[in-house]
């Protein structure tokens, strides 16, 4: 039996994620985060309630919530389940954490 020749192609990206970010972090107040890493991190967040939420110096000001919106920032989408929530938020730009620690500012 003969056997066959192809070419494969793969498209690999050099990355590692720290799997300790994934851990879920909750404030009922004020607080602070660190990000340990060298580089900028951008957060899913969840957040219960309107009003204003600052994360890095940024502010997201939440209009409009029948219980929680989750913000992507890396996709830069809000959204509570599978609904978008864009229409819902008035936000110039999403919140990043650089590097090291950063506060959380409730409203």
Known sequence: MDSGEFDV???CKPQRFL???DKTITFTGDGSIINPTYFSSKP???VYGTGFLTVG???VEITKCSTYTDFDCDLEEAYKASASC???IKVTDFPV???GEYGYNSW
Request: proline letters at 6%.
């Open 44 to 46: 899913l967040i969840r």
């Open 57 to 59: 110096g940024r502010t």
């Open 19 to 21: 799997t300790s970010g």
């Open 9 to 11: 192609v793969l498209n």
């Open 97 to 99: 954490f650089p590097s």
């Open 86 to 88: 864009n229409g819902n």
